[in-house]
């Protein structure tokens, strides 16, 4: 087992810089224009060659009221009459894709997200989980993951077994906080009842797994009332929770503007908080994944982090890393082989390409030989919070401390002040560092000096 994160004030001080999350590598500021379909049905056609399995990921972007806080790409409407619409050209761009894969490709994974998913009629649900089943291999043995984003306020018993009936068996439910005053500055009002009605159909009717999302940071939070959300939660046995640092960016996200920058807790106030949240999590059995996730020791993700096969994508910590990644609806984003490609993040424009029987490809990037280095060097770091050079030499046919030879006194420094030991053959994360692996993949990342840091949230 790994050994527990240690909290280090000091270290965290030095280290709480903007940075990427490393869903990927290259980041997604790296992507541009100048890739587009041609690209994306090259990458199908070798994933069709090489027989390998997917990974499906639907975005729904509807929600029919606005969290401040919120930085996804939604559309805010009352109006459920949207959605019919977009189900058609979504539809439209399954069978594109689809038929450029071999239908023995199986999903694995599959994942709905948003946007709230359930904005969706129950009719409008089962037509595009039919659709899905009919252009994709969909596994009908339960064995796959497949997940959905759960907003308490818009599900319910009925809702729950609906879901469990077309294949999900995995739910992760947004809570971000439980008090009212909280609720009421970022305009998301959920009670404790609303929440654990939707846990407990989802355990009677079997789901394998329920992750919830919190978020510390927002207006009205104090160290004290965020501990007593926490505590509900545990109380209510996720077998995952992400715990997530709230990035004020009014400038980048409008429905931010609506939030009074008085009411955030202060620097000091944001790491009690986390101080806090940890303690409580590990002391409740929790084991600490990375990157803000916490499960249980009987969790996959805990398992495979274990046995060092934990892999990271856009859909964050998964056992699915060896998968195709195909994002499908508006600014979804694919991974398929050394291929990044994002659909449009307008929601006309989407509609409109597919309306012309074209996908809405607007950017990307294809890995080069460096990238796919890199890449592998962040996902070991990110993942197992170690790195075997020799495992990367044998890969790549390099000699790591010369390729890398620039980046050592770097990583010198980083292991005097006991973020990392840093040995002849290996790069560990110590537990004071774990908190901060991020910083430590961010000196392999060969385009961050280029970037404009604001577009990033903190470490911590």
Known sequence: ??????????????????????TSYPTAVQFHGQVGTFDLFHALRDSRKAQRPLSLYVHVPFCANICYYCACNKVITKDRGRAQPYLQRLEQEIQLIACHLDPAQTVEQLHF???????????????LMAHLRKHFNLLNDDSGDYGIEIDPREADWSTMGLLRELG???????????????????????????????????????????????????????PDNFARTVEEVISLQPDRLSVFNYAHLPERFMP?????????????????????????????????????????????????????????????????????????????????????????????AYQNSLASAQ????????????????????QQLICNFKLEFAEIEQQFNIDFQGYFGALWPQLQGMAEDGLIRLERERIEVLPAGRLLVRSACMVFDAYLEQQNRQRFSRVI
């Open 1 to 22: 087992m790994l050994d527990a994160i240690r909290w280090d004030s000091d270290l965290i001080r030095r280290y709480d810089l903007a940075g990427p999350r490393y």
């Open 113 to 127: 997200g948003g946007g709230t998913p359930t904005f969706l009629s129950h009719d409008e649900l089962r037509q």
């Open 256 to 348: 931010q503007r609506r939030i009074n920058s008085s009411d955030l807790p202060s620097p000091a106030h944001k790491l009690e908080m986390l101080q806090r949240t940890i303690e409580q999590l590990t002391a409740a059995g929790y084991r600490y994944i990375g990157m803000d996730h916490f499960a249980l020791p009987d969790d996959e993700l805990a398992i495979a982090q274990e046995e060092h096969t934990l892999q990271r994508n856009f859909q964050g910590y998964t056992t699915h890393g060896h998968c195709d990644l195909i994002g499908l609806g508006v600014s979804a984003i694919s991974q398929i082989g050394d291929l990044y490609c994002q659909n449009s993040s307008d929601l006309t």
């Open 168 to 222: 999900f068996n995995r739910v992760s439910i947004g809570l971000q906080d439980l008090d009212p005053a909280v609720q009421r500055a970022v305009n998301r009002l959920q009670s404790l009842e609303e929440t654990r009605a939707v846990i407990d159909a989802a355990r009677t009717l079997q789901f394998r797994s329920i992750n919830i999302d919190l978020i510390y940071g927002l207006p009205k939070q104090t």
């Open 359 to 378: 996908l809405a490809t607007s950017r990307g990037l294809v890995c080069n030989a460096d990238d796919r280095l890199r890449r592998a060097v962040i």
